[in-house]
Every structure is written in C-alpha cells, then in structure tokens.
C-alpha cells in the first residue's frame, strides 16, 4: 500500500513536471491531452454533482480505479486541473466533524467538460475495429 | 471541568496532535484548512471507527507524508532549484563522510567532521523548505549560506589549482556554492514580503 502511494504520488509529481515544462504543448490547437488519473478525479466531481469536495472526490476515485489512492496525488491533480482553468472550486463553511474547518467544493468547468469529451472521442477512435475483450490468437 | 471533559472526549477520536502539527507546517496557503479538515473528517467519521487507533494514526501519517510532493510543487522554481541542490550537497556530504570512515586516510577524522558539519546546512534548508521556518531560526539559514558559499568557493578554488584535479570534489564544490547564492537569493525575497523561507512563491 505503501508502494502505491509512492507510485501515485511520483504520477502525479511527473505529470505535474510535464505541464511544468515548456516544450509541452497540450491544448495547443489539438485536443486536451487528460491522463487517466485526471479523467478520473473529472469523472468523480461530475458523479458527485454538488457534494464534491476533497475526501468525497478521493472515495470515488478509489472505488472506480479499485486501488488504494493517497490523499496527496487527488489533491495535486486538483490544483493542477484548477490552474488549467478545467475545474472551478468555492469555499463553503465547515462542520464540526471536520474541527470547523471550511470545505472547498469543485465543479467541472466548460473546458473540463470538452477535455472530458475529447478525451472519450479518442479513446472511442483508437478503439474503432478492435474487439473487446483483447485476445491474441496462438 | 464539565468543558474540559467535552474537549478532552472531543479530543480522543480526532487524529494525534503531533502528526496534526506536522501537517499544519507542510501545508500553507489559502486551502490549508480545507485540506487539514477533509483528513480529519474523514480520520473521524470513517478511518478510526474502522481500523482503530493504531492502524487509523498510522493512515493519516501516510495521508500526511503524501502531500510534501504537492508542498514542493507549489513552490516557486528558484525554491524547487534549492531544494534540489540541497538534497543533491546533503547526499554527497553523507556519501563523502561514509568514504572518509570506510578509506581512513590520514586525517579522515577532520574530513569527516566537517562534511557532517557541512551536510547540516543542506538538511536545515530542506526541513525549512519543507516545514516553515520562523524568522528567527532564518537569521542561521543566512549565515549558513555564507557558510556554504565560502566553503564551496574556496574548495573549487583549491582543487582547481591542485596537481591532483578531482571531478566528484569539483561537482560537489559548484552544487555547494549553488545552494548558498539559493539560499541568499531565497532568503533575500522571503525578506521582503511576509512570506518565510518555503511559504508562497518565489
């Protein structure tokens, strides 16, 4: 378990040097290039509409990845979608559960949307003529 | 005393005050809280009541440990830079004093001592990238610049001029130097605002 939060933490450390680096050229006229982990968290603030905030997002990541997920990969996946200008995020007022502590609520931004939606067509179009499952034939 | 029992019962099932501590030093910004209270919402309502104390103290440590990588990232470049020397002059100094003890030549004793001292500086500049400084424990990361600055200068300088040119020492004097004019240029900066050595950008 250790392990894998170390993978998932260096993932998003990589791909947080990637959009870092200036020779990377995602949205530059051509479609928005998301990586699984990020179309994950996407996909877990849409399916949880208006209640998604950190800990919710990291519950439904874990449960649609089916594997454990560190709290620091989802929250640096969702400063670096946020300062991508793909999701928007407000403060809202804290429970005592949480020690009072506010909550800060995300929600897909139109540009998240569209990266969501190129990301499937890609997918769709890389799968075209292939049969699922994969087989190889011996 | 009836007030005291409620923050004291409030108090068992939240998350151990030292690890509570240390993540309160590795985040800053403007959603350091609401990161702090999804964990300890969620350290509260489903993580303790499931694995126990332990197992639960030992999650949220995890938990904690996995947002330094997001602590340094969002930091400004000339930090990243300096936390990268720091960490390359801390392994070399480790690296040397352990080959001064393994080859014991004459005065391996010296050597050794002042790579440790050396290797203090590097390890103090990351724990206060990583942990944030006060202003006071700042004014030692100044003369520690100075410090590394002066002995890296005057070892490129020495080995240069020796017969017996050593690339590793060479390698080892430049990251040195490197990191001091970090350190002062960083320092110089986090001066100037209210923001301390590792807090903000740069």
């Keep these: ?138 | 005393m009836a007030g005291g029992g409620q923050a004291v019962n409030a108090r068992l099932g939240s998350p151990p005050r030292p690890i509570e501590w240390l993540i309160e030093r590795i985040l800053v910004g403007a959603d350091s809280q609401t990161v702090i209270g999804d964990l300890h919402e969620e350290y509260v309502e489903a993580v303790r009541p499931r694995l126990g104390r332990v197992r639960a103290d030992i999650w949220y440590l995890r938990q904690v440990l996995s947002l330094v990588p997001r602590g340094v990232l969002r930091q400004g470049r000339m930090r990243r830079a300096l936390l990268a020397a720091s960490l390359f002059t801390l392994g070399s100094c480790c690296w040397l004093a352990v080959m001064e003890w393994v080859l014991r030549h004459s005065g391996y004793l010296f050597r050794s001592a002042m790579d440790v001292s050396i290797a203090a500086v590097p390890l103090a500049t990351v724990a206060a990238l990583l942990l944030h400084v006060s202003a006071r424990a700042e004014r030692w990361l100044w003369a520690g610049a100075v410090a590394l600055i002066a002995v890296g200068a005057q070892t490129l300088i020495q080995n240069t001029h020796s017969p017996h040119f050593e690339g590793f020492v060479f390698l080892i004097s430049v990251a040195i130097t490197v990191e001091g004019a970090l350190m002062l240029l960083s320092l110089g900066r986090s001066g100037e605002g209210t923001h301390r050595l590792g807090r903000g950008s740069s």
């Design chain 1, 1 to 138: 378990m250790v392990a894998s939060d170390i993978r998932s933490g260096l993932s998003s450390a990589f791909e947080a040097v990637i959009d870092f680096c200036p020779t990377h050229t995602h949205n530059v006229g051509m479609a928005e290039f998301l990586g699984t982990f990020e179309q994950a968290v996407l996909l877990a603030i849409m399916r949880l509409r208006g209640d998604a905030y950190g800990r919710m997002i990291l519950h439904v990541v874990m449960n649609s990845l089916k594997r454990t997920v560190s709290a620091g990969a989802v929250y640096t996946t969702l400063d670096r979608l946020e300062s991508r200008g793909l999701v928007h995020s407000r403060v809202d007022e804290g429970t005592p559960a949480r020690g009072g502590r506010p909550r800060r609520y995300y929600s897909v931004a139109a540009a998240g949307a569209r990266a969501l939606n190129e990301s499937h067509k890609t997918l769709s179009e890389m799968w075209s003529g292939v049969q699922w499952p994969v087989e190889v034939k011996r």
